[in-house]
């Protein structure tokens, strides 16, 4: 195993320039919009119809994870090489890393160890300036409603207590979650209770990822519900005329990116909302992108398959009528360790019987995907500390299952080290077997969609829904919104809204404390539980390990 870390193997690694990496997918370079050598815009007259139709797309997901994630992008970058080492021209799409967890505990998301996309510290950092203008496109529409709270001639007499906007910045700031604003007098606007999110919880971002043009991301705009007027009537952001100025803001972070793995491979990179509070998967323009340039796309959607795959099956692909032909579930055997009782200070000791116990977790998972109609292939994600009894083991469980489960060592040997699992992938692709349908009719009444999602994918016995979700229900169906499909804001520490359930709970209640209303991303959010959007720092931030030295080398970024 080697030991270097991940932003020295990044270093080390000889970039191509990305006029290369754009030639392998037959762009030309009068095409690109270069930001520096190694990363470009990509325009979307790129975008071809009848390509995306005859493209692979395989989505890879995971198991419900530990603290520190279980290697999706690894995953999925280690696939892509893979798949390129046996011949099939591979692009893989990925989300683009927040700030928050690169200087609180997480770390960035560019894949590890081997399995990376380059320039890791750019794409980590401020990359193109996508999340910039997805916050400054969000922070006029906050602009916007305080200056018109406080306008004498052309007020739409919005109630303050109403507005449900709130400014975002992509930084962990657990001081600016509620706060007060408009104090000091007249001049400085009304006083009102306020607050941020962190960026990717904005719906901003959520309607990047969804929008299909620009005209689609105006309208989308235009449709954000901020707030309700004294006459307890709807207010959109057209009627404060900023779906115009907040478009053009994002007129460049509309563009999908361009840059490259380690093995020189491309990777397209877009978009960011959690997956835990929106719908966790990159921009459907990049995936869309993805598919046009090349024969197979390789996708992943956060956190586990309760979250991010439910949503990017039940959302992305329904509303961008995109049909995976194979899915792919990250497990490890740290995690099965966990969900078979193991203490944090365990999870790299090896125990067959907490993994036997645990894979009640990755089974329920595994279950869950062929409700979809496709049959995972399950990547191990391979750890120094695995043994050949718990690896032996769960290969076996899965066969049982019909699911295959390979050992997948992208983090320490790249592509080399994945070709066993792209091999897999192809045969699951080409078997045709696989047939995606989604879970749920989007018309169908929002209590029946919700049950559906806790009952089949969670596992819960029912639904409860408090007095204030109740009201939100009937709000919604005033509203005339109730036909959009479902993005559940739960936790990711379990299959139920209660993070301290681990394994495969049974029984157990699912309550709705509220709904929330994306009308612009087209969706509707029930919270499970107390939903965090504005997450705060760890005792010892990342960020005090990280340093950069006077020829511009960043040292300490994971």
């Known amino acids: 195993m080697h030991n270097f870390s991940d932003i020295e193997i990044a270093q ?100 590890g160890g081997y399995a990376q996309v380059v320039p890791m510290e750019d794409i980590n950092l401020h990359f193109t300036g996508d999340f910039s203008a997805v916050e400054k496109a969000n922070n006029l529409l906050s602009a916007l409603i305080d200056n018109n709270l406080q306008s004498k ?38 006083p009102r209770q306020d607050g941020f999110n962190i960026t990717p919880a904005s719906e901003v971002m959520a309607i990047l990822c969804m929008a299909e043009s620009f005209s689609d991301l105006k309208k989308r705009l235009g449709n954000i519900l901020v707030g309700f007027n004294m006459k307890r009537e709807p207010v959109y952001a057209r009627d404060l005329k900023a779906e115009n100025a907040m478009a053009i803001l994002l007129k460049d972070a509309v563009k999908p990116n361009l840059v490259q793995t380690l093995e020189g491979n491309p990777a397209i990179i877009h978009g960011g909302p959690f997956a835990n509070i ?39 692909c329904v509303s961008g009528k995109l049909k995976p032909k194979a899915l792919v579930l990250v497990a490890t055997i740290r995690a099965l360790r966990h969900h078979g009782g193991a203490p944090k200070e365990e999870y790299n000791t090896a125990s067959l019987e907490r993994v036997q116990k645990g894979f009640a977790n990755l089974e329920k998972h595994i279950e869950n995907c062929q409700t979809f109609g496709l049959n995972p292939v399950v990547a191990i994600n391979a750890f120094p500390s695995d043994t050949s009894a718990e690896v032996q083991f769960i290969k076996d469980a899965c066969s049982k299952m019909g699911v295959q489960a390979i050992v997948a060592k992208g983090w320490a040997s790249g592509g080399e080290g994945m070709t066993d699992l792209a091999h897999a992938v192809v045969n699951e692709v080409s078997s045709g077997k696989n047939n995606f349908k989604p879970l749920y009719d989007w018309d169908s009444p929002i209590t029946d969609k919700i049950e559906k999602i806790a009952g089949t994918i969670y596992g819960a016995s029912r639904v409860d829904y408090s007095k204030k979700a109740q009201t939100d229900l009937r709000k919604i169906n005033k509203l005339g919104i109730s036909n959009l499909p479902i993005c559940m804001a739960k936790t990711q520490k379990s299959l139920s809204d209660n993070d301290k359930l681990h394994g495969r709970p049974e029984d157990f209640i699912v309550t709705v404390r ?35 030295d006077d020829d511009g080398v960043i040292s300490g970024l994971s």
């Open 153 to 190: 001639t052309r007020s739409l007499n919005i109630d303050p207590r109403t507005v449900v906007w709130k400014r975002v910045m992509d930084m962990n700031d657990r001081a600016l979650r509620d706060i007060v604003i408009g104090l000091g007098g007249t001049g400085n606007g009304i």
């Open 514 to 548: 509220e709904f929330e209303y994306a009308v612009g991303a087209g969706f509707i959010i029930p919270i499970l539980g107390k939903m965090m959007r504005m997450p705060g720092l760890p005792a010892t931030p990342a960020s005090e390990h990280m340093d950069i």
């Open 278 to 316: 929106a719908q966790g998967t990159n921009t459907i323009l990049a995936t869309k992108m993805g598919m046009s340039l090349s024969d197979y796309v390789v996708t992943e959607a956060g956190f586990g398959a309760d979250l991010g795959a439910e949503k990017f099956l039940n959302i992305k």
């Open 12 to 111: 080390a690694a000889k970039m191509e320039h990305v006029k290369n990496i754009a030639a392998k997918l037959d762009i030309k370079e009068d095409d690109l919009e270069l930001y520096g050598k190694y990363k470009a815009k990509l325009p979307l007259s790129l975008l071809n119809k009848s390509k995306i139709e005859t493209s692979n797309l395989i989505l890879v997901t995971a198991m419900t994870p530990t603290p520190a994630g279980e290697g999706k992008t690894t995953t999925s970058i280690g696939l892509t090489e893979g798949l390129n080492k046996i011949g099939k021209q591979t692009t893989v799409v990925l989300r683009e890393p927040s700030l928050g967890p690169v200087f609180g505990i997480k770390g960035g998301a560019a894949g």
